[in-house]
């Protein structure tokens, strides 16, 4: 799979280290390896989505373990209900903790190897998470104008993050699973596939 220009949705084709449409559009890789898709035209802010601090402080507070028990929910659910898919969409990736760890528990339980693409719009974020974790696909974008083709995601997870019910029925492949955690007093894991809302 590849990704799709965040200016004309035409599909981009990686050529040296640049993402390039038939446009020419064109977006460069980082030296981290991740892809900013998040045109400044496109943008709210200078800086969108948490800064270098608050994602420091996140990952700092993950990595003691006090969502591993949901993150592991959410893998367990992932392995039960979406076996054999080919390409994984983390929405709201951060900086990688859920995409990794999610990755890592499929990679070992399914038949064929699988692409995870990670998405958010915070750059400091998405560069913490392409530096940590070079086997994955991450990419600077907004959740609400996915930069991913038409029914092109066979299991996508959202934990926390925000998005637009039309656009996840846009890039979700017919059959497919998406796993969604919301905050709340009474917490619980919602399955859903492309046709339900």
Not at 16 to 41: I, M, T
Not at 149 to 162: G, H, M
């Amino acid at each position: 799979m590849s990704y799709i220009c965040p200016i004309c949705s035409a599909p981009l084709t990686l050529s040296d280290k640049s993402w390039v449409c038939p446009k020419r559009h064109q977006f460069d890789c980082a030296k981290e390896g991740y892809v900013n898709l998040l045109p400044v035209q496109k943008k709210k802010t200078k800086d969108p989505g948490d800064n270098k601090e608050m994602m420091i402080a996140r990952r700092e507070f993950l990595n003691k373990g006090f969502y591993q028990p949901l993150s592991d929910k959410v893998n367990q659910l992932a392995v039960d209900y979406a076996a054999n898919v080919e390409t994984i969409l983390d929405i709201g990736c951060g900086e990688g903790y859920y995409s990794h760890r999610l990755f890592e528990t499929l990679h070992q339980s399914m038949p064929k190897p699988c692409a995870l693409y990670g998405l958010d719009i915070s750059k400091s974020a998405i560069r913490s998470a392409a530096k940590r974790y070079a086997g994955l696909h991450f990419c600077v974008a907004s959740v609400f104008e996915m930069p991913f083709a038409d029914d092109s995601i066979d299991l996508a997870i959202r934990i926390y993050a925000p998005s637009k019910v039309e656009e996840l029925q846009r890039v979700m492949k017919p059959g497919s699973i998406l796993i969604t955690v919301s905050p709340g007093a009474n917490a619980s894991f919602c399955i859903k596939g492309k046709n339900l809302q």
